[in-house]
């Protein structure tokens, strides 16, 4: 898309949040809505965002790239794949039209990212429109510390509660050179204790997960280290490969299909030993994130998420009109409310689709 349309398309956009704003109208933002089953179910006039497409800058050398929120993500990847790069926080699609802005305002990383980092982590800036109509840009295309607040992150796991994404810098990484997936037999106590041992330890380590029976783990890096890891671990190599971490990532696995529970993402720090809640759980991230499939009550398992020093989040099915995430502190709600008012005074972008008040 040439220059002239693009701007064009950001008038349109920007003349349409006006007239919203005038009268009160909410809007729903959505891509390839891919990921529209998270969060609370919200409702409003549809604003499609997959007009703004495109890859508008690319240096391989620099390890940044900038493209249009709209953009699909397989397009990126694709554009990375072919100088051996990636986006390092490994995103999942949930589905072949996810765009560049799904992923940025659902901040959703995948097993990579307790040993990389999260999506934010590797946002370095955004053009966005406010709910108050302006068209602002935060950040650059370089890594640097500023004063102030980082906008860019800001929109991060917004859910476009704060501003419609149109442009995105996202500093990118090397592909590994060589990878390995590796498994073992396991009680839960000792794949938890294992996982934490080796994430202090240099051993290539960029994903590990417990599913109940196996602790399963993946090497990445250069060819000798990953052999130099698996000589020290002594595991066998995993049956399905490098796509069981796909698979997990676009949650493929058996554990995630075909069950009527609700599905919950409970993040806790990482060696928290058992949690006291029915239902099947499967272990990620080294065991800071942990899914909970239960028909246990939402009040007792966030009691419990709490008391472990986390917070639990109703991910998919459930009551998707009720609290998704979870319950804020009544700082941090004045904090994130003060915040909703400064970006989108009105409330029409993505009205309550993170909580019921905005």
Same mark, same amino acid.
């Given at each position: 898309?040439?220059?002239?349309?693009?701007?064009?398309?950001?008038?349109?956009?920007?003349?349409?949040?006006?007239?919203?704003?005038?009268?009160?109208?909410?809007?729903?933002?959505?891509?390839?809505?891919?990921?529209?089953?998270?969060?609370?179910?919200?409702?409003?006039?549809?604003?499609?965002?997959?007009?703004?497409?495109?890859?508008?800058?690319?240096?391989?050398?620099?390890?940044?790239?900038?493209?249009?929120?709209?953009?699909?993500?397989?397009?990126?990847?694709?554009?990375?794949?072919?100088?051996?790069?990636?986006?390092?926080?490994?995103?999942?699609?949930?589905?072949?039209?996810?765009?560049?802005?799904?992923?940025?305002?659902?901040?959703?990383?995948?097993?990579?990212?307790?040993?990389?980092?999260?999506?934010?982590?590797?946002?370095?800036?955004?053009?966005?429109?406010?709910?108050?109509?302006?068209?602002?840009?935060? @950040?650059?295309?370089?890594?640097?510390?500023? =004063?102030? &607040? +980082?906008?860019?992150? /800001?929109?991060?796991?917004?859910? $476009?509660?704060?501003?419609?994404?149109?442009?995105?810098?996202?500093?990118?990484?090397?592909?590994?050179?060589?990878?390995?997936?590796?498994?073992?037999?396991?009680?839960?106590?000792?794949?938890?204790?294992?996982?934490?041992?080796?994430? @202090?330890?240099?051993?290539?380590?960029?994903? =590990?997960? &417990? +599913?109940?029976?196996? /602790?399963?783990?993946?090497?990445? $890096?250069?060819?000798?280290?990953?052999?130099?890891?698996?000589?020290?671990?002594?595991?066998?190599?995993?049956?399905?490969?490098?796509?069981?971490?796909?698979?997990?990532?676009?949650?493929?696995?058996?554990?995630?299909?075909?069950?009527?529970?609700?599905?919950?993402?409970?993040?806790?720090?990482?060696?928290?030993?058992?949690?006291?809640?029915?239902?099947?759980?499967?272990?990620?991230?080294?065991?800071?994130?942990?899914?909970?499939?239960?028909?246990?009550?939402?009040?007792?398992?966030?009691?419990?998420?709490?008391?472990?020093?986390?917070?639990?989040?109703?991910?998919?099915?459930?009551?998707?009109?009720?609290?998704?995430?979870?319950?804020?502190?009544?700082?941090?709600?004045?904090?994130?409310?003060?915040?909703?008012?400064?970006?989108?005074?009105?409330?029409?972008?993505?009205?309550?689709?993170?909580?019921?008040?905005?």
């Amino acid at each position: 898309m040439d220059g002239t349309n693009i701007s064009t398309l950001y008038q349109e956009f920007k003349e349409r949040v006006i007239a919203a704003n005038t009268v009160g109208q909410p809007l729903v933002i959505q891509g390839g809505r891919t990921k529209g089953f998270y969060g609370r179910h919200c409702e409003g006039e549809i604003l499609d965002t997959r007009s703004c497409s495109g890859i508008i800058s690319y240096e391989p050398t620099e390890l940044v790239i900038t493209a249009r929120a709209g953009t699909s993500l397989a397009e990126v990847e694709k554009t990375l794949a072919s100088y051996g790069q990636m986006l390092a926080f490994e995103p999942p699609y949930f589905g072949k039209d996810a765009t560049l802005g799904g992923i940025v305002a659902c901040g959703l990383s995948g097993p990579r990212r307790p040993y990389v980092g999260s999506v934010r982590d590797f946002i370095l800036g955004v053009k966005c429109l406010t709910g108050r109509g302006e068209i602002l840009t935060f @950040g650059g295309q370089v890594m640097k510390n500023v =004063a102030g &607040y +980082d906008v860019s992150r /800001l929109m991060t796991g917004a859910h $476009g509660t704060l501003g419609v994404l149109l442009e995105i810098s996202i500093k990118v990484l090397p592909a590994p050179e060589y990878e390995v997936s590796l498994t073992r037999s396991k009680d839960f106590s000792s794949a938890l204790h294992d996982m934490n041992t080796w994430a @202090g330890r240099s051993l290539a380590l960029s994903a =590990a997960c &417990y +599913d109940g029976q196996h /602790l399963n783990i993946r090497l990445s $890096g250069k060819r000798s280290a990953v052999h130099a890891a698996m000589k020290q671990l002594n595991m066998d190599e995993h049956p399905e490969g490098l796509r069981y971490w796909q698979d997990l990532c676009e949650q493929q696995l058996v554990f995630f299909k075909n069950n009527n529970k609700a599905l919950w993402r409970i993040s806790v720090p990482p060696a928290t030993p058992v949690l006291d809640l029915p239902g099947e759980w499967f272990i990620d991230w080294g065991g800071a994130q942990r899914w909970l499939k239960s028909s246990e009550s939402t009040e007792r398992i966030r009691h419990v998420s709490e008391q472990a020093g986390g917070h639990a989040t109703l991910f998919r099915g459930g009551d998707r009109n009720g609290e998704i995430f979870h319950p804020l502190s009544p700082g941090i709600k004045v904090l994130h409310t003060r915040l909703k008012k400064a970006f989108d005074p009105e409330f029409i972008l993505n009205r309550g689709r993170m909580y019921r008040e905005f």
